[in-house]
């Protein structure tokens, strides 16, 4: 179970970082936008909304990242956030679905429970 561990902390790393990239892109984006298009009301809106979106992708990534990291050192509280992120990304249909059930299905697994008590004894 050791590998479907590590391999569920980097998928859920890898979607963390891409979505911190959106983050950006959509921030980029639409501040951009309304800076290029030099009308003071469009600056105000897009740099309101842009921060808005790029803030929500943020934050529901970052979690994920945590949680990663944390269940590839083996942490107890990690696997517990990372499966209630899991229970989340069965919303994101496809992908998230996908990820959401294998996540689950690796971190309730009762050797994984025993290997991450294991790992914490040490």
Do not use: C, Q
């Amino acid at each position: 179970m050791e590998k479907h561990v590590t391999i569920v902390g980097v998928l859920h790393i890898a979607f963390g970082a891409l979505g911190v990239i959106i983050a950006a892109i959509v921030f980029v984006a639409v501040v951009g936008g309304g800076i290029l298009s030099g009308d003071e009301d469009a600056i105000w809106i897009t740099s309101i909304v842009g921060t808005v979106v790029g803030a929500f992708f943020l934050i529901i990534s970052i979690p994920g990242i945590i949680a990663g990291i944390g269940v590839l050192k083996y942490k107890n509280w990690a696997r517990i956030l990372m499966l209630i992120i899991a229970f989340l990304d069965l919303l994101n249909i496809p992908l998230g679905t996908v990820l959401g059930a294998y996540s689950i299905w690796v971190l309730v697994d009762e050797r994984t429970v025993k290997l991450f008590e294991e790992k914490n004894k040490k």
